[in-house]
């Protein structure tokens, strides 16, 4: 099992609907959760964190966490053209060793006119 | 603020030679870290530094190596290339660590052949 999942999608949503982005992790012992999106070409750009059980808005976005079914979600309403690109999930937490970032493959998100 | 810096954005090596990457974080950022992304395996962490310590380590050979320094600026080298390491080295900074928000730079390409 992978400690960071994600279905590669693609995911395909028309313009102007919700598109529902899931994550789901291995490790009860996770604290903080990240979405970043990252365009071809380009490196990943943060759009969303999340550290307590519930939801998050920030614009077009929410971040929602629930912390006993290991599940992470992005939702970004009124989709555009422009939010056509890579989602990532990340999820961070401690080690024995230390600190752990880890991130997911990856939903690519296509946004049709 | 200015973002994070990397240099140089494109390099092309051949087997068996070694390379430096640079990076600059964001001001007042004291946590470097680096990622190896290639689309097979996706986006993977090679270490962090905080305060000129290596802190954490991912599970990358000792051929992958990295420094920091007194102003925060990061460096890593990858000594005996092998085709296999071509790849995106990404670089982000963190005001706290690697369990919270990173923010990245644009990348150096590496190409080995």
């Known amino acids: 099992q992978k400690e960071v999942e994600q279905n590669s999608g693609p995911l395909s949503v028309p313009e102007g609907a919700i598109a529902s982005l899931n994550c789901t992790y291995s490790?009860?012992?996770?604290?903080?959760f990240f979405w970043y999106r990252q365009y071809s070409g380009k490196s990943p750009e943060l759009i969303m964190f999340?550290?307590?059980?519930g939801d998050k808005e920030d614009g077009r976005f929410t971040a929602q966490l629930n912390k006993a079914s290991q599940y992470v979600s992005l939702l970004i309403r009124d989709s555009q053209p422009s939010d056509s690109a890579t989602y990532l999930c990340?999820?961070?937490?401690?080690?024995?060793?230390?600190?752990?970032?880890?991130f997911g493959t990856g939903t690519q998100l296509k946004v049709e006119l | 603020k200015a973002g994070v810096t990397q240099t140089p954005r494109y390099l092309i090596k051949t087997r068996g030679q070694q390379v430096t990457l640079s990076c600059s974080p964001i001001?007042?950022?004291?946590?470097v870290s680096w990622y190896q992304q290639t689309p097979g395996q996706g986006l993977q962490f090679l270490f962090e530094?905080?305060?000129?310590?290596?802190?954490n380590k991912g599970n990358f050979p000792g051929r992958f190596s990295g420094r920091q320094f007194s102003n925060s600026r990061s460096e890593m080298n990858v000594s005996t290339l092998e085709l296999g390491d071509s790849a995106l080295y990404l670089c982000?900074?963190?005001?706290?660590?690697?369990?919270?928000?990173?923010?990245f730079g644009p990348g150096t390409r590496l190409t080995v052949l």
């Open positions: 990340a999820v961070g937490g401690v080690t024995g060793g230390g600190n752990k970032l880890t």
């Open positions: 490790d009860r012992g996770s604290q903080s």
């Open positions: 001001s007042g950022h004291r946590s």
């Open positions: 999340i550290y307590s059980n």
């Open positions: 982000a900074s963190s005001p706290w660590g690697l369990a919270n928000e990173q923010f």
């Open positions: 530094y905080f305060s000129e310590t290596q802190r």
